[in-house]
């Protein structure tokens, strides 16, 4: 007799996932031996790197059940400014849609191109790749997505064709990095090699993935198009939430919708300047967010209590995506305390060794996959795998970029697919088990040329050295 999965197994509560994380990472340090690597601050970057050679074994430090539930609060505190950084932009967001502007934008472009939506989706998506791939863009990319969400929603798609354009694009292109000062820049610094050298394979590697992406995502959206059941939202029982939907009542683009459009446009733009030119980051746009969004709402001449309700409203719905960050931040919290991060990452490396320059080459980039899962921020993942690989290529004969490389797609591929990424879908309010369902397929695609590229740089000896 067939036993009936439970509904909460079959579509797994997002939190729920999060916290057996937490209880696999506290089990390990129970399980795994202990180890840590020597660090030393770099004074050329000025982060914080490993000593390849000084792997030791250490006593023991298992996490008990109740350092585990500290573990949460604790990756509360870690994590407390990118989650400050998501309830401010979602709150931001909502005083500008309140407005009534940009609806009445999205309206009066969507009615001037019909019939020239896929040209415009292209456009869109190759911009966000670039963003991605040339300066690194990840949660740059938070206030675009509800723009996005909307514009897909008036050209008849769904909400995940508005996610995929904005967000999945720019993970495309973060994965296939051209010149990325997060993960090439300081790979590179660490690796010894000459700043961006090697910058025309990567342009073909950017291009490979954004057609590969692009491709997927526009099969997708006409298959939505043609098709509302082929949706993954489709049954949902947010499908239908009202902040998501155009106002068509509100669609006069009056002189005042005009200037709040005029604002916004200059804010973003004066983001991207501060990202590229000052190094910001989600403090910096967070205040600039902040900040335009009182402004539009002072142009629309709203009183100060209609102002502050529609930023806590939106605020509210991003509570979910917002929270769950501090639960995945335990993950770490809990690996680092119990003294088994090195060691996980000792124990993927001292394979190696025994493989050829192709296929360490492509070991290398599946390995840097795995530690993606424990590691997420991109310069994190460098400075604490770099100075163990780089010694390493050099043993076994793969060269020092191809090092870089594989570590710049194992970084970049999986975080479209990890549970960190949870809190981008609240923007779109898309579930993470519909969402995994979906994506996984691109994953692989975006892993199956990751994979021959590096093996190509290892065959072609991909240098200068």
Request: hydrophobic share 50%; aromatic share 14%.
């Amino acid at each position: 007799m067939k036993m009936a999965v439970p509904d909460w197994l079959k579509n797994p509560h997002g939190y729920f996932i999060i916290f057996v994380l937490i209880l696999i990472a506290t089990l390990a340090t129970w399980t795994l031996p202990a180890g840590e690597y020597d660090r030393f601050k770099d004074p050329n970057s000025g982060k914080t790197i490993v000593d390849p050679e000084s792997f030791h074994y250490v006593d023991p430090n298992p996490v008990d059940p109740f350092e585990m539930l500290q573990a949460i609060p604790t990756g509360f505190k870690q994590a407390a400014g990118i989650i400050a950084f998501v309830f401010i932009i979602a709150g931001a967001i909502q005083i500008i849609r309140s407005t009534g502007a940009l609806d009445a934008g999205i309206i009066a472009m969507v009615n001037k191109l019909k019939g020239r939506d896929t040209p415009l989706l292209l456009a869109i998506m190759f911009v966000f790749a670039l963003l991605g791939s040339v300066f690194g863009f990840a949660e740059e990319t938070i206030p675009l997505i509800p723009l996005g969400v909307a514009m897909a929603l008036a050209l008849g798609y769904d909400r995940v064709v508005g996610f995929h354009i904005v967000r999945t694009a720019a993970w495309v292109g973060f994965a296939g990095a051209m010149l990325n000062p997060f993960t090439i820049g300081v790979a590179q610094s660490i690796a010894e090699l000459p700043l961006y050298s090697g910058l025309w394979y990567r342009i073909i590697c950017f291009l490979v993935f954004f057609a590969i992406g692009a491709v997927f995502i526009l099969k997708y959206a006409r298959d939505v198009r043609k098709d509302p059941k082929k949706s993954i939202l489709y049954g949902y029982e947010g499908e239908d939430r009202a902040e998501f939907s155009l106002n068509y009542e509100q669609q006069e683009l009056t002189p005042t919708r005009k200037l709040i459009l005029l604002v916004l446009f200059g804010g973003i733009l004066l983001q991207i300047y501060g990202v590229i030119e000052y190094g910001w980051y989600t403090t910096e746009i967070s205040a600039l967010f902040l900040g335009l969004g009182i402004i539009a709402g002072l142009i629309a001449k709203m009183n100060p209590s209609k102002l502050f309700g529609e930023f806590v409203s939106g605020a509210k719905g991003v509570t979910y995506g917002a929270l769950i960050i501090g639960f995945a931040r335990a993950i770490v919290v809990i690996l680092s305390e119990g003294r088994v991060l090195d060691t996980i990452i000792h124990g993927l490396a001292t394979p190696l060794g025994s493989l050829g320059p192709a296929t360490a080459g492509v070991a290398m980039f599946l390995i840097h996959s795995i530690i993606n899962f424990f590691i997420g921020s991109g310069s994190g993942q460098a400075a604490a795998t770099m100075p163990i690989m780089t010694p390493l290529a050099d043993l076994i004969g793969v060269t020092r970029q191809t090092a870089v490389l594989a570590f710049q797609f194992g970084d970049g591929i999986t975080n479209m697919f990890y549970p960190a990424m949870i809190y981008y879908l609240v923007f779109a309010d898309i579930p993470y088990d519909r969402w995994v369902r979906h994506i996984w397929k691109l994953v692989v695609y975006l892993t199956i040329a990751g994979a021959i590229l590096v093996a190509i740089a290892g065959f072609i000896n991909y240098g200068p050295y």
